[in-house]
T-cell receptor, first 112, second 113 residues
Framework: GENVEQHPSTLSVQEGDSAVIKCTYS??????FPWYKQELGKRPQLIID?????GEKKDQRIAVTLNKTAKHFSLHITETQPEDSAVYFC???????????FGKGTSLLVTP | KAGVTQTPRYLIKTRGQQVTLSCSPI?????VSWYQQTPGQGLQFLFE???????NKGNFPGRFSGRQFSNSRSEMNVSTLELGDSALYLC????????????FGEGSRLTVL
């Protein structure tokens, strides 16, 4: 089955800096790659996603890049703010976008 | 529009017992998926239902089962509970076709003693 590795497990940046989280996947059939943000004590929420026919997608301060050849994708957050502090999960899906294989998460801390 | 509702929110069971968790999806959503969240393993996919049919199943033992009713509400059951089943069980609903966005509930936190 699909295996998603996520790095780093924790990340601390200063407000205004950029943050990058990287994920690799094993199943070349995976074609859908979402990112979810989970604030402490709250439910995960989709922040951005990308499909395998697109190499990059941007939404304001957040961008995701996908390298299908290398089977890795990354989340980039620019101009980080304290409210960006949360756990971020990457995921991949080879068949069904509702049956996701998640990475183990990255705990991002943005310090003022 | 009401969000995804999960009941109960918290429960404590002992080893060997069984438990049933319930999930009411967002109105109009036909897909319900279940995930187990633990500190060490993150979010792990259990199964997904669409129009009362299980479309996908994760790598969990047969003690974990689920079903979906005609009104899209879903239940999951864990039999013969083990200590390692202690986790937050998250339900997510979606339209089931097209967009892949999952809308998660707040979860049911199960503690097995």
């Amino acid at each position: 089955g699909e295996n998603v590795e996520q790095h780093p497990s924790t990340l601390s940046v200063q407000e205004g800096d950029s943050a990058v989280i990287k994920c690799t996947y094993s199943d070349s059939a995976s074609n859908y790659f979402p990112w979810y943000k989970q604030e402490l004590g709250k439910r995960p929420q989709l922040i951005i996603d990308i499909r395998s026919n697109v190499g990059e997608k941007k939404d304001q301060r957040i961008a995701v890049t996908l390298n299908k050849t290398a089977k890795h994708f990354s989340l980039h957050i620019t101009e980080t703010q304290p409210e960006d502090s949360a756990v971020y999960f990457c995921a991949a899906s080879p068949l069904n976008p509702y049956a996701l294989n998640f990475g183990k998460g990255t705990s991002l801390l943005v310090t003022p | 529009k009401a969000g995804v509702t999960q009941t109960p929110r918290y429960l404590i069971k002992t080893r060997g017992q069984q438990v049933t968790l319930s999930c009411s999806p967002i109105s109009g959503h036909r897909s319900v998926s279940w995930y187990q969240q633990t500190p060490g393993q993150g979010l792990q996919f259990l199964f997904e239902y669409f129009s009362e049919t299980q479309r996908n199943k994760g790598n969990f033992p047969g003690r974990f089962s689920g079903r979906q009713f005609s009104n899209s509400r879903s239940e999951m059951n864990v039999s013969t509970l083990e200590l390692g089943d202690s986790a937050l069980y998250l339900c997510a609903s979606s339209m089931g076709q097209g967009t892949g966005e999952l809308f998660f509930g707040e979860g049911s936190r199960l503690t097995v003693l």
